[in-house]
């Protein structure tokens, strides 16, 4: 399973100098994306091949090496690989890596002086590490999902309330033993919540908590949770916990994260904007966010995912711009493309510490491209 491991390995891959190709082919089931598999990957090794005609020509020998190897070898791209596949080739750096994908992604084919690995980068942030418990009165079912697929499954019951035959009592005998009952659910509530706080604190933690159950049930644990936990909680839904199975129970988790993540990201999106509306601790657009990344101010780096614009780096100052041409228009040294400027900030963007956010659903970041907090107030230049 893709992890961010196996990423940070890739992105440190000594390439020595020779092109990468990175393949990512849809593998998503559907009416058209499986029958014309062939043809499609046929169609981006192609595209691949017409992007290397300009590198000098040992780079151009590798990556022909490559194109090749990938058509000989198109049974690779195969469906049980799950909903994506990436593929990274160089043959003259001795690289070839394929992964398979959690989720669907676009088809691409990318000729870089790295492997292109935002969109890797792009699935591990959305494919988060779903906590979801479902709790009833005496019993709690806790679901740990990573990348979409189900990592461990656990039960919890507690003493069972004995049933009171509530004829025999009188009103105040009726009060006492709801009253017990209560004690007890709110106990077992406890439980659950202490065993969700340690899953929480040990090593592999979780990113959301996602509560299923019926409606008291679920408020009673939300309340009985840390604040360090209850800050995780993404939502909650109703199901039956007689007929529930992990696949139903992933299906809940998905549809309240996704709900979540689109709030989330409108959220971030919206203080974005208004940190960039009312001072100088934010920027907005492109190129705008190319300079604050140039100048290493750059906290966090938003940008929308699927989206990829060339560019160019200097190949004297290191700078990143959208500018095509021969020459840098800062220092005059000379430019060289790159098939995504984003990428470039994004890898630009980690080495300096900052963060980088991946942007899925449409909003107004999507006008503007990329943006960017900043971690300081570029200095005043007006002298005055
Ligand atoms: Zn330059």
């Known amino acids: 399973m893709l992890d961010q491991a196996q990423i940070d390995r890739l992105r440190r891959t000594d390439t020595g100098g020779y092109p990468v190709l990175s393949v990512y082919v849809n593998l998503q089931p559907g009416p058209e994306s499986l029958r014309n598999l062939p043809a499609r990957i046929k169609d981006l090794l192609s595209q691949a091949e017409s992007s290397s005609e300009a590198l000098p020509r040992s ?81 709690g ?11 461990t499954w656990e039960e919890m019951r507690d003493e069972e309330i004995r ?38 604190r040990s090593d592999g933690g979780f990113d959301l908590l996602i509560v299923g159950g019926s409606d008291p049930h679920v408020a009673g644990l939300l309340e009985a949770l840390p604040p360090d936990v209850a800050e995780l909680s993404a939502g909650t839904f109703v199901i039956d916990p007689g007929t529930m199975t992990p696949a139903t129970v992933l299906d809940h988790a998905r549809r309240v994260a996704g709900e ?34 140039n100048r290493h101010s750059v906290e966090v780096l938003y940008v929308q995912a699927e989206r990829t614009t060339p560019g160019s780096t200097c190949v004297n100052c290191g700078r990143v711009t959208c500018e ?61």
Not at 328 to 336: F, I, N
């Open 59 to 139: 780079q151009r020998l590798s990556i022909r090496g490559d194109l090749q190897a990938l058509s000989r070898d198109v049974g690779r791209f195969g469906a049980d690989l799950g909903h994506g596949v990436a593929v990274f080739r160089s043959s003259g750096a001795g690289i070839d890596e394929q992964f398979a994908l959690p989720g669907p992604v676009r088809d691409r084919a990318i000729v870089d002086a790295a492997p292109y690995i935002r969109p890797l980068e792009a699935m591990i942030e959305h494919y988060q590490r779903y906590c979801v418990a479902v709790i009833g009165r005496r019993f």
């Open 141 to 151: 079912s806790i679901f740990r999902f990573s990348m979409d697929q189900l990592d």
């Open 324 to 384: 095509i041409g021969s020459t840098c228009s800062v220092c005059g040294g000379p430019l060289r493309s790159i098939p995504d400027v984003v990428d470039r900030l994004s890898e630009s963007v980690r080495a300096s510490g900052g963060r980088v956010r991946h942007v899925l659903n449409a909003g107004p970041l999507a006008e503007v491209e990329a943006g960017a907090l900043l971690r300081y107030q570029d200095p005043m230049v007006d002298p005055t």
């Open 163 to 200: 049933k009171a035959n509530y004829g025999g009592f009188s009103g105040y005998e009726e009060q006492r033993v709801r009253a017990r009952a209560d004690e007890m659910a709110a106990r077992h509530y406890r439980h659950v919540a202490e065993r969700l706080t340690e899953l929480r």
């Open 260 to 293: 979540w993540e689109v709030q989330e990201e409108h959220r971030l999106i919206a203080d974005l904007f208004e940190a960039a509306a009312s001072g100088r601790m934010a920027v907005l657009g492109l190129e705008e966010t190319c300079a604050a990344v």
